[in-house]
């Protein structure tokens, strides 16, 4: 499987300020997506990055909040703006492995304080 | 659209028993259910997936079952050790929107005792 890093791995951040989170993989991937997880909880879905066109938000999540960027096949950075205390939570990005959109594997994750 | 739900929500064995986790779903249209397991500050791995053209997966001590007539589907752990200690993870491929997405269930956390 296609080998997945982020930047940066951890942070604390203040309320008020924003943070660009950068995900990495090693070889040209059709899908990457955004999640979240907050403390003991399961995964969410923010959006899917589409390379060359906006990214595909969920319900609940805007691209105000959370604009995404994917500039190639290869590379996405999930921005969170505004942050408050209830952003603290790891965000994971993962990518779809060739040949189908559905196995997904993910990066190993950012873990974000917002004090 | 699509709900997932997993129980139980913690589950303590003896190293050597066996584990089952089960998941249900909402949509019958759904036809790929992965699990993952996640380990203290490390990132979701899939173990197993199945596609609803199979009922059974088997990967050495790990196996899926799918009944989608039920629309349930369950991960048997057998033999379990210590290092299967983690937080279980079923999900569901949704194709409500343009494009198929994961629902995960809300996790599963399983501690086998030495």
């Known amino acids: 499987s296609a080998v997945i890093s982020q930047k940066p791995s951890r942070d604390i951040c203040q309320r008020g300020t924003s943070l660009t989170i950068q995900c990495q993989v090693d070889?040209?991937?059709?899908?990457m997506f955004w999640y979240r997880q907050q403390p003991g909880q399961s995964l969410t879905l923010i959006a899917t990055?589409?390379?060359?066109?906006?990214?595909?938000?969920e319900s609940g999540f805007v691209i105000d909040k959370f604009p995404i960027s994917r500039p190639n096949l290869t590379f996405s950075t999930l921005t969170v703006s505004n942050m408050s205390p209830e952003d603290s939570s790891i965000y994971l990005c993962?990518?779809?492995?060739?040949?189908?959109?559905?196995?997904?594997?993910f990066g190993p994750g950012t873990r974000l304080l917002v004090l | 659209g699509e709900n997932v739900e997993q129980h139980p929500s913690t589950l303590s064995v003896q190293e050597g028993d066996s584990a089952v986790i089960k998941c249900t779903y909402s949509?019958?249209?759904?036809?790929?259910f992965p699990w993952y397991k996640q380990e203290l500050g490390k990132r979701p791995q899939l173990i197993i997936d199945?596609?609803?053209?199979?009922g059974e997966k088997k990967d050495q001590r790990i196996a899926v079952t799918l009944n989608k007539t039920a629309k349930h589907f369950s991960l048997h752990i057998t033999e379990t050790q210590p290092e299967d200690s983690a937080v279980y993870f079923c999900?569901?491929?949704?194709?409500?929107?343009?494009?198929?997405?994961?629902?995960f269930g809300k996790g599963t956390k399983l501690s086998v005792k030495p």
């Open positions: 199945i596609r609803s053209n199979v």
């Open positions: 990055a589409n390379q060359g066109s906006e990214a595909t938000y």
């Open positions: 999900a569901v491929m949704n194709y409500g929107g343009s494009q198929g997405n994961l629902i």
């Open positions: 949509d019958s249209a759904s036809n790929y």
């Open positions: 070889s040209q991937v059709t899908m």
């Open positions: 993962s990518v779809a492995a060739s040949g189908t959109q559905e196995t997904q594997y």
